[in-house]
Structures are given as C-alpha cells and as structure tokens.
C-alpha cells in the first residue's frame, strides 16, 4: 500500500493550482511527492520485493529517488 502526500506532475497544474497547493502544502504541512518518484518506487518494489506493507510518503521519496537516480547512472 502506498499513501503518498500530495502528488506534484511538472507543467501539469495551472499557475493558480501552483499557488493553492504551495500553500496547503506549507499551512497544512501536506508532504509533497513527485509523480515520476512514485513510479519509480512501484516499479522498484514490484521488481525487487516490497520493503513493507505500506509505504508512507517519505518511504515513496526516499525509494523513488534512489530508483531514478541508479536509472540515470545506467543509461549515462
């Protein structure tokens, strides 16, 4: 199970969006997540085993991060 914060998809949202969740995120303390991240960690669990049931936001960034990052030194 995966319970991400609020999910981010780059030039997806309009500039009002932007501003609305920039502030949520900050008054509410919603942690944020990048789409591409959580990909990256489902694909990473699913292929390598799951580290736990359920995944909490910063497990996601965490993963997701270290995921992407092992991608680009692969294909550099």
Known sequence: ???PGLID???K?????GI???VVCSVIGL???DNSQIAATLID???NGF???TLLNQDLARIGSKALLA???GSS
């Open 45 to 47: 669990q699913v292929v």
């Open 9 to 11: 998809a780059p030039g």
């Open 71 to 73: 991608d680009q030194k």
């Open 13 to 17: 949202s309009s500039f009002v969006g």
């Open 31 to 33: 942690p944020e997540i």
């Open 20 to 22: 609305f969740k920039s």
């Open 51 to 53: 580290e736990k049931d």
């Open 1 to 3: 199970m995966a319970k």
